[in-house]
């Protein structure tokens, strides 16, 4: 069972430069999130899908579009990188609201530099 | 939306001390989880605890929901807990997004 899993794990990119950030999940959850990591700081949300066919933007989702193309499955794209973005990019996914809440599971992460 | 503070920002332990680490969160929730964010980037899962008590081995955490805050106790420290412990919440209703606390920096020398 291998969680959440994201690609890549480490990623330089110049300025202005596209690049789409993958991350699928195998626990069947539907909601599935997006969060950078930035030094000092917690982690901030940047757009969250809440199930199969919907997203919603977070706290700081400027200069991001994302995809969620199925239930395990959801993208995250740059399409035009600034140093601004470089950042610890964090997915993560839960069970959707039903009669509660649940645990969130995170995955490695994937550390990005924009020169 | 939620707040979330922490407190310490830092503590330095010696290897075999105690510690508790404080999360204030600013309304009813229904997640709280904290988590240990190891040197290597990656964030363990410690506890799910909206509210109650629980314990894993050396550690243990308590949310009294009515006040508003969580402890997360670490007893007999070891090195291998140094890090960052970050707890995150989300507020009630339909809101499952987690907002995080800014962390705890904790470090133990041997």
């Known amino acids: 069972n291998a969680g959440v899993t994201q690609t890549p794990k480490f990623q330089v990119l110049k300025t202005g430069q596209s690049m789409t950030l993958q991350c699928a999940q195998d626990?069947?959850?539907?909601?599935m999130y997006w969060y950078r990591q930035d030094p000092g700081m917690g982690l901030r949300l940047i757009y969250y899908s809440a199930s199969e066919g919907t997203t919603d933007k977070g706290e700081v989702p400027n200069g991001y579009n994302v995809s969620r193309l199925n239930k395990r499955e959801f993208s995250l794209r740059l399409e035009s990188a600034a140093p601004s973005q470089t950042s610890v990019y964090f997915c993560?996914?839960?069970?959707?609201?039903?009669?509660?809440?649940?645990?969130?599971?995170f995955g490695q992460g994937t550390r990005l530099t924009v020169v | 939306g939620i707040q979330v503070e922490q407190s310490p920002p830092d503590l330095i332990l010696q290897e075999g001390a105690n510690s508790t680490l404080r999360c204030n969160f600013s309304d009813s929730v229904n997640n709280l989880q904290w988590f240990h964010q190891n040197p290597w980037g990656q964030l363990i899962n410690l506890f799910y605890i909206p509210s109650g008590t629980k314990q894993n081995g050396r550690l243990s955490a308590t949310t009294v929901a009515t006040e508003r805050y969580s402890l997360l106790y670490i007893s007999s420290s070891q090195t291998t807990d140094s890090g960052v412990y970050f707890c995150a919440a989300s507020s009630g209703g339909s809101n499952y997004k987690l907002t995080f606390g800014k962390g705890t920096l904790l470090t133990v020398n041997p």
């Open positions: 626990m069947n959850h539907n909601s």
């Open positions: 993560a996914s839960s069970e959707a609201l039903g009669a509660g809440d649940t645990e969130a599971f």
